[in-house]
């Protein structure tokens, strides 16, 4: 796997990926590599592209210092991961080399209403860190297809509009929640959570379950009650829990079997928060 950590060195080698006639499939992680992050590399290299995958913990779209501190970090393991799926290139950037004019945010990004539910809501200006390093990583890679992951359901969205805005030649595709066989949706902060508070931290995907197999026999509101009440016994801190349109994520009162709804939790168990989602 070629490993490059400044941005010239690798547009220079894509150039002549791209001279030899390769399509390029881009899959941007903040490392901890896990198997999810690694389903979408697999994906893109199915479909025969020059895969290119980035680790870099994005100081930006972290709104609480501590989260980015404590953020798990490990390099050696996600190379060795990424050698034997049989990724071609790595980069593997420092602040600087993405952010060669500083960090700050010249002109910030229009992302209407999704800036302002859920995670926008929870995380203010974390979905504008977010646009600002993947619109910089773009403007790098080039690629043809860019992969993201559903677990990340809101930010699929926001990088759908960023893309449809700035990039209309990509194609984003977006590629199932890999879970543990408790139905942990896989992520990098699961690696900080304790033996007991990993015991627990699949009862957000039960949760999940349990608001998509009441939907023909409950409310909303009911099924949301019990949730919040079960997660808070168990010494979660709930964020939210909603149910929202899968195409907009307007918030919905109540199951509408007109509309293709996606319900989604957001909660701490002690200072990790984990979100999750689920399409009913
Ligand atoms: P992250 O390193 O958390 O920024 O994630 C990098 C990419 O991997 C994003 O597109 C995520 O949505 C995706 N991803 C994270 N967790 C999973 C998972 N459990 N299954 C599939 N994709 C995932």
Redesign the pocket.
């Known amino acids: 796997m070629y490993i490059f950590h400044k941005y010239s060195d690798l547009m220079s080698h894509l150039e002549q990926a791209r001279k030899n006639g390769k399509n390029i499939g881009f ?11 690694i ?2 590399v697999k994906e893109a290299l199915t479909a025969g592209q020059a895969t290119v995958c980035s680790i870099f913990v994005n100081p930006t779209q972290f709104n609480n210092p501590e989260d980015l501190a404590k953020y798990p970090r490990t390099t050696e393991q996600d190379i060795a991961l990424l050698t034997e799926a049989g990724c071609d290139t790595l980069y593997l950037p420092s602040v600087e080399d993405v952010y060669p004019q500083g960090t700050k945010l010249e002109k910030p990004y229009n992302l209407g209403y999704l800036e302002t539910v859920l995670e926008g809501k929870y995380r203010p200006g974390h979905f504008q860190g977010v646009a600002q390093v993947v619109d910089r990583l773009l403007k790098i890679v080039k690629p043809d297809t860019l ?6 359901y809101q ?2 969205m926001v990088l759908k509009r960023l893309a449809d805005e700035k990039y209309p030649e990509l194609t984003v595709k977006i ?5 543990e066989p408790d139905g942990l ?4 902060r699961n690696r900080r959570l304790t033996e007991p508070q990993r015991a627990l931290a699949a009862i957000i995907y039960q949760c999940l379950v349990s608001i998509q197999s009441k939907q023909e026999e409950q409310n909303f509101p009911v099924v949301k009650k019990e949730c919040e009440e079960l997660l808070e016994k168990k010494g979660f801190r709930v964020d939210y829990i909603e149910l929202a349109d899968a195409g907009t994520l307007e918030l919905l009162e109540n199951y509408d079997p007109r509309k293709k709804a996606v319900a989604l939790i957001a909660a701490f168990i002690g200072d990790i928060r984990l979100i999750d989602n689920m399409e009913l």
């Open positions: 899959i941007p992680t903040m490392g901890a590599l896990h198997e999810g992050h389903s979408l992969y993201l992951g559903r677990k990340d930010q699929c590629a199932v929640t890999k879970r949706a896989m992520s990098s």
